[in-house]
């Protein structure tokens, strides 16, 4: 059974850094598209990040040049670091996998960020 454990969340001030780790475990196979997503309280998930298997990067444009998006493929292994974080960036922020081949897609179980001072 494949898993996606995040981890990494808490709580920091407007203007801090926070390092978001997501790792597969079991029988995911080869992963293709990796990426975040996040969901305030009231509103739709909404995408935050992604990275291809080769290293191609997309951001929000909410997030871009505060966040860095990252994988190590031999770790099955995914991180977000995000900078310069604003009480607008508060979210459970969740991580999506993709099998290379297939349409299997997979989640983690959400880990929550909270910026406030």
């Known amino acids: 059974q494949v898993q996606l454990v995040e981890s990494g969340g808490g709580l920091v001030q407007p203007g801090g850094s926070l390092r978001l780790s997501c790792a597969a475990s079991?029988?995911?196979?080869?992963?293709?598209?990796m990426g975040w997503y996040r969901q305030a309280p009231g509103k739709q998930r909404e995408f935050v990040a992604s990275t291809t298997r080769s290293g191609s990067t997309n951001y929000a444009d909410s997030v871009k040049g505060r966040f860095t998006i990252s994988r190590d493929n031999a770790k099955n292994t995914m991180y977000l670091q995000m900078n310069s974080l604003k009480p607008e960036d508060t979210a459970v922020y969740y991580c999506?996998?993709?099998?290379?081949?297939?349409?299997?897609?997979?989640w983690g179980q959400g880990t929550q960020v909270t910026v406030s001072s």
């Open positions: 079991g029988s995911i196979g080869t992963i293709g598209d």
């Open positions: 999506n996998m993709k099998r290379l081949f297939g349409s299997a897609d997979y």
